[in-house]
Antibody, heavy 119, light 106 residues
């Protein structure tokens, strides 16, 4: 079946970086964008950016420009999101989501990865 | 960026009630609006795309309407399994989400 499976929970110290993976299966990885959305505990959804796995092109929310990098390895159908200079406010569940282009929507989501930033 | 104002932030209704949630965009987004359901501890699930189209497999008690800046999401007859938080999302780049509406059973 079509699914996105994310890497496990992470605990990082302030100032460190984290890299979360998102492995796609059941569809052609390069045919759909991958988006990243995060959610702090008890808070709403926050879109971070997108990546086209075919071209590698990316687009980031202004808030994360300079701190986030989205990449992929097409040979293993896996997308990555790396966030640097972590601070406590980055503690959240990070989701990858498949971006359907027509009609546009996030139609398949990963299970989420909890990232905790704590000294 | 386009701001999405969603209301109410929470509501309590009885099983069988009609539930309505609104989402207002800070500028015209045509019909570039989706609705998602998120149950506790789970990832969001797409319910409605392009403001009024039901995603495949989603029960017909869910519906959406609107265009421009004002949008409505409706559950025609609330069921116990509909307890969740609902989010609108506009995709007139960059994407932004509404603040969410938590739906509870009275």
């Amino acid at each position: 079946q079509v699914q996105l499976v994310q890497s496990g929970a992470e605990v990082k110290k302030p100032g460190a970086s984290v890299k979360v993976s998102c492995k796609a299966s059941g569809y052609t990885f390069t045919s759909y964008d991958i988006n990243w959305v995060r959610q702090a505990t008890g808070q709403g959804l926050e879109w971070m950016g997108w990546m086209n796995p075919n071209s590698g092109n990316t687009g980031y929310a202004q808030k994360f420009q300079g701190r986030v990098t989205m990449t992929r390895n097409t040979s293993i159908s896996t997308a990555y999101m790396e966030l640097s200079s972590l601070r406590s406010e980055d503690t959240a569940v990070y989701y990858c989501a498949r971006g359907r282009r027509v009609p546009q929507a996030f139609d398949i989501w990963g299970q989420g990865t909890m990232v905790t930033v704590s000294s | 960026d386009i701001q999405m104002t969603q209301s109410p932030s929470s509501l309590s209704a009885s099983v069988g009630d009609r539930v309505t949630i609104t989402c207002q965009a800070s500028q015209d987004i045509s019909n570039y609006l989706n609705w998602y359901q998120q149950k506790p501890g789970k990832a969001p699930k797409l319910l409605i795309y392009d403001a009024s189209n039901l995603e495949t497999g989603v029960p017909s008690r869910f519906s959406g309407s609107g265009s421009g800046t004002d949008f409505t999401f409706t559950i025609s007859s609330l069921q116990p399994e509909d307890i969740a938080t609902y989010y609108c999302q506009q995709y007139d780049a960059p994407d932004t989400f509404g603040g969410g509406t938590k739906v509870e059973i009275k």
